[in-house]
């Protein structure tokens, strides 16, 4: 029986029964790959115009296509990467079996999203074929609702479509956490991973409707060509831009919380150790879903607002620093007393935290309304930003699928190359950004195509950076889909950590739990017995 | 947790219990609602916004429309919401030739409504007062009490008006658009009762379905002063 | 100081220096914290390296003084930057009552400026050494952003509304004048200079001394215009009162007929000459018509400025 073990992958092998699966597990993979797509897509715009800026001048494209390239860059990576990255992916596929769950609450609903999300992904790739957006991701009215003349009508009606993914994703995700949880799971025993999805799913919820409607009137204005942010006829510009960041500053959260989720899980498993102030950190997940949703201002600073607006929202971004601040000690103290292992996961929890350590620090800059009237809209911000977003995020990412592909696919990628990937890309990270936050400061504004001589250098070392941080994804993918294939079989709990879903076999089967689980445990118990027994052959 | 003993049919296979099933689907369609309401309120946001710059040109923009046919309007659609919250207490009591009989008539009220509304987008496409290139608004203060006068049409007033005008459109485009998605709904609350699947024990759709007109209701319940009354203070 | 100020640009405003004194003591402030955990990262790991498979690391204990501790520091730290900030943005946003007035207007992709004398430039922008300066500025169509680096200033310029920005320059030479507001296919190229000169050189090139034509200044060409349109007809106190009389007006508090008191800013006289049926003055008939569109952004700064002077 060892080899013809039935799980969620093997069950069944047509083509159909992927597209119209309800298993949240593979809806996750479904999602992951949809969503590289999308990554690689970005990362070729990134590539491309960062060759371009190699020299002051226009060397390889107009200013046009550099315009283009951008925007695409922005929009595929915001909407269609971060956004989705890890709720939609790991989220997806191991929310119901950390709650000892069967499923999502609404399977149906979970299959949808993927559908819906596949179809503003395809109206955002169409808007790049049919010849591309040049507003940035932004969408700044009046430009983009008059003066533009590219397709964006096309991405924003993606951006709208994808938006009701999110939703879908979030609900389900509350309704899970609240309804679906076995018995003994209390709500202080749940995983951090399942308290940061909580937030985000709030965040979802409350936050994206509003950038939904905000760039349907957008869109409406276009289609229509009537005058709703419209200055010639009354219209407000700056009304579009506090709608705009109402949604998307607390997205900046929805792409970071999961993401603090994940590196909780990881250097708890890697050090053996429950997190330091467990419910803290908990409830500061929490906390900054909340206070996310009244600092938008801060992106307004030099956009008119009164200066008295100015002053409450850089208090609030302010507070903001508390509870980030209060996950990075808390994270640090957890190492203490540990039993560390550096292992590919590891490696890139350790780079998360020091890299949104420098992100989150910058963040402080730009709350401080004299230094942000400077650093606005100059790379200071750009890095400050790739800090928070590829430097947390993305590096989050990377390392909660390292640490769960053998659950997900059952088999182990090399080790080795594992490591060495995450210290090329940690390195090809910082040679990318590190040199931003000085060419901002020297006052090198953001999106442009032609720059003053003098800022070069610094370009030629982001540029140099990248090209490291491509090698470093090449290299991932490489061994990635190698081990899909030549892999070392996985057994039950390779990580031996503590959680529900490495008690069920890798890959699981498709119903999760034969029978539902009894939690009668803390989170993160290491004092437990499975934490240090070695995994038999397990294909029972 | 095997629940093979005692499993009715429409107890999803993931889930444990009936109750934690109806449970999910009403906590579920209340956050959808709560997307909703955000939704909605980032239009009436952005409405209150220029109502407040643009008082007299909103004002007068709202005389234009007929609140003799949006009042006719808020009351079909409030009849409906009883039709529909009798269609849920049928549900409750297992009668399902009552779910149908309701839902039809809830239907047939949210036609007229759709119907009425149509008429009065015809009205205004006649009256070049929608919105766009072809927009074109000839004032006519003294038909209505606003406490303003001009002789000749100003362009910029004619601006506000058309920002009214599009945002009249948008916010009850994007409600009818919510019924239409509601009557859809409603055909297979129907499809759903005729084939017996609701019982007393079960009628969770015909509830969620209720829920939700309810919000389309409670939207127009905002709507109707914020475009139809806002120049009779 | 010379390794550090390659990391700076040039300082050539009052606030220049004000701002990179906030600015290197966030930098202290994340370079400790930086290395703080940095360091305690990497001493843990090696520290508490797991030497054999059967390790077992004692539990977590809980410790609220620690996270308290780690909690208040911060927020006191971040509100001395919060202080601190928000004194010297008071700063940045309020212009000295005596700072001379240049007009801008920003368009895709080039910026105008007006100079009180009545020379007008285009993407270059000559100002005296130690004057303080302020900008008034609107654009014809999408919004732009006037970023001076050399002076720290930085200030959005937005179709349908005045904004505000000002400096004193402490150094003479030329700087970059970047916009920094993504305003379409040219962006990169919607910049320029900012020339420091000394004050007697600054008088002789505003003056037009190496020009043929006369110069108007805003106040006489918005004179002019006020003329040339009409407008002595109804605002003239003589006239039988059917506008409102404009001496002293700018900055004067003006009762409309709705009761509400509005302060007669430039906003405000801007939109009465645009959307005269905005905001009626008690006492009057809304009888104005419009003059949108028959004048552009820069004569609408002339009339303002004239009306300003009276």
């Known amino acids: ?540 | 947790m095997s629940h093979d003993a005692s499993h009715p049919a429409h107890l999803a296979h993931h889930f444990d219990s009936p109750e934690q099933q109806n449970q999910s689907s009403s906590l579920g369609m209340w956050l959808f609602l709560a997307q909703e309401v955000m939704f909605f309120g980032g239009l009436f946001v952005a409405y209150a916004v220029y109502r407040f710059k643009y008082a007299d040109a909103f004002a007068v923009a709202s005389g234009h429309l007929s609140l003799f046919w949006g009042a006719v309007n808020t009351v079909v659609l409030i009849c409906s919401s009883l039709t529909m919250a009798l269609a849920v207490r049928c549900g409750q009591l297992g009668d399902k030739r009552g779910i149908i009989r309701y839902v039809v008539a809830t239907m047939i009220l949210a036609s007229v409504f759709l119907g009425i509304k149509g008429l009065e987008y015809a009205h205004k496409y006649e009256d070049q007062l929608v919105p766009g290139p072809q927009f074109e608004y000839v004032p006519d203060f003294d038909s209505y009490s606003v406490p303003v006068t001009a002789e000749t049409a100003d362009p910029n007033f004619a601006g506000h008006v058309q920002l009214f005008y599009s945002f009249y459109f948008v916010m009850t485009g994007l409600h009818a658009l919510h019924m239409v998605i509601g009557l859809g709904l409603m055909v297979w609350l129907i499809v759903k009762a005729a084939k017996n699947h609701f019982s007393s024990e079960y009628y969770t759709p015909v509830e969620m379905t209720g829920l939700y007109w309810h919000f389309v209701d409670i939207v127009w319940i905002f709507l109707f002063p914020l475009v139809y009354l806002v120049w009779r203070h | ?310």
């Open chain 1, 1 to 540: 029986m060892t080899k013809s073990r039935t799980h969620y992958l093997n069950v069944n092998h047509t083509v159909g029964s992927w597209l119209f699966t309800v298993d949240h597990k593979r809806i996750g993979l479904m999602y992951l790959g949809t969503i590289l797509f999308f990554f690689l897509l970005g990362g070729i715009a990134a590539v491309l115009f960062r060759v371009e800026l190699m020299t002051p001048g226009s060397t390889l494209m107009e200013s046009e296509t550099y315009n283009r390239l951008f925007t695409m860059h922005g929009i595929t990576m915001i909407f269609f990467f971060l956004v989705p990255s890890i709720p939609a992916v790991l989220g997806n596929f191991l929310l119901p079996i950390m709650l000892g769950a069967k499923d999502l609450a609404f399977p149906k609903l979970n299959l949808a999203s993927w559908y819906v999300f596949t179809i503003g992904g395809l109206l955002g790739l169409g808007s790049i074929i049919f010849g591309g957006v040049d507003t940035g991701w932004t969408f700044y009215t009046p430009y983009s609702s008059t003066y533009a003349n590219s397709q964006v009508i096309l991405a924003a009606l993606g951006i709208f479509i994808a938006g009701f993914a999110s939703i879908m994703t979030g609900l389900n995700f509350i309704v899970t956490i609240h309804k679906m949880r076995a018995p003994g799971l209390t709500w202080f025993r749940l995983p951090l991973f399942v308290w940061a999805h909580y937030a985000t799913s709030i965040i979802i919820i409350l936050g994206t409707p509003v950038i939904a409607i905000t760039i349907l009137l957008v869109a409406i204005e276009r289609i229509f060509q009537v005058g709703i942010f419209d200055p010639a006829l009354g219209g407000d510009p700056v009304l579009f831009q506090h709608l705009f960041w109402f949604y998307s500053h607390p997205a900046v959260y929805i792409m970071i919380l999961p993401g603090m989720g994940v590196i909780s899980e990881i250097i708890a498993c890697f050090s053996r150790k429950r997190i330091f102030g467990y419910k803290v950190v908990a409830m500061s997940s929490l906390a900054i879903a909340i206070l996310g949703f009244f600092v938008w201002g801060h992106h307004m600073f030099v956009s008119s607002q009164s200066m008295y607006a100015g002053m409450v929202f850089s208090i609030l971004s302010f507070l903001v620093a508390i509870p980030s601040a209060i996950k990075v000690f808390n994270w640090t103290a957890t190492l203490y007393g540990g039993s560390i292992k550096l292992d590919t996961p590891m490696l890139y929890a350790l780079g998360f935290i020091g890299l949104f350590t420098i992100g989150g620090l910058t963040g402080l800059f730009l709350a401080t309304m004299a230094i942000n009237i400077h650093v606005h809209d100059t790379y200071f911000v750009v890095a400050h930003f790739h800090y928070v977003m590829v430097g947390g995020m993305v590096m989050a990412f990377f390392g909660g699928l390292h640490f769960w592909w053998p659950k997900m696919t059952g088999r182990h990628f090399s080790e080795m190359l594992g490591r060495i990937t995450a210290v090329v890309i940690f390195i090809g990270f910082n040679l990318t950004f590190f040199p931003q936050f000085i060419v901002g400061y020297l006052g090198m504004p953001r999106r442009y195509h032609i720059y003053p001589e003098e800022f070069q250098i610094f370009h030629v070392l982001s540029t140099a950076g990248a090209a490291v941080l491509a090698v470093g994804y090449l290299l991932m993918a490489a061994y990635l889909f190698h081990s899909l294939i030549l892999g070392k079989r996985s057994s039950r709990n390779p990580w031996k950590a503590i959680g529900l879903e490495w008690t069920i076999p890798s890959p699981p089967p498709t119903e999760n739990f034969i029978d539902t689980p009894v939690v009668d445990y803390e989170a993160y118990d290491y004092s437990l017995e499975r934490a240090y027994e070695d995994d038999e052959e397990d294909h029972s």
């Open chain 3, 1 to 310: 100081m010379n390794i550090l100020s390659s990391f700076l640009p040039d300082q050539a405003s009052t606030l220049a220096a004000d701002v990179d004194q906030l600015y290197l003591f966030l930098i202290g402030v994340s370079m400790f914290f930086c290395l703080l955990i940095g360091g305690l990262v990497i001493g843990f790991v090696f520290k508490f390296r797991r030497r054999s498979d059967a390790d077992r690391p004692a539990p977590t204990r809980e410790n609220h003084g620690l996270e308290i501790l780690w909690s208040v520091i911060p927020l006191v730290l971040v509100i001395i930057m919060f202080v601190w900030g928000a004194v010297l943005f008071y700063k940045q946003w309020r212009p000295p009552a005596d700072a001379m007035e240049i007009l801008v207007t920003g368009k895709q992709w080039m910026w105008k400026m007006q100079h009180p004398s009545g020379r007008s430039e285009i993407n270059d922008l000559h100002v005296p050494l130690g004057r303080p300066i302020r900008l008034t500025m609107t654009s014809e169509d999408v919004i732009h952003s006037f970023f001076i680096p050399a002076f720290r200033t930085k200030a959005d310029v937005v179709p349908g509304r005045y904004t505000r920005t000002w400096f004193t320059p402490t150094q003479l030479g030329s700087f970059h004048l970047f916009c920094a507001e993504y305003c379409g296919a040219e962006h990169s190229l919607m910049k320029g200079w900012v020339h420091v000169v000394e004050e007697e050189e600054y008088e002789r090139w505003a003056r037009g001394d190496d020009l043929d034509t006369a110069l108007l200044s805003p106040v006489e060409a918005g004179e002019r215009l006020f003329t040339e349109l009409g407008c002595m007809a109804c605002h003239n106190p003589d006239s039988g009162a059917l506008g409102p009389a404009l001496d002293g007006l700018f900055m004067s508090e003006v009762t409309l007929v709705d009761g509400r008191v509005v302060v007669a800013d430039e906003a405000y006289i801007r939109e009465s000459i645009l959307e005269p049926m905005a905001k009626v003055t008690a006492g009057y008939q809304p009888l104005m018509p419009t003059y949108k569109g028959q004048i552009d952004e820069a004569q609408l700064m002339q009339i303002i400025s004239y009306i300003k002077s009276l």
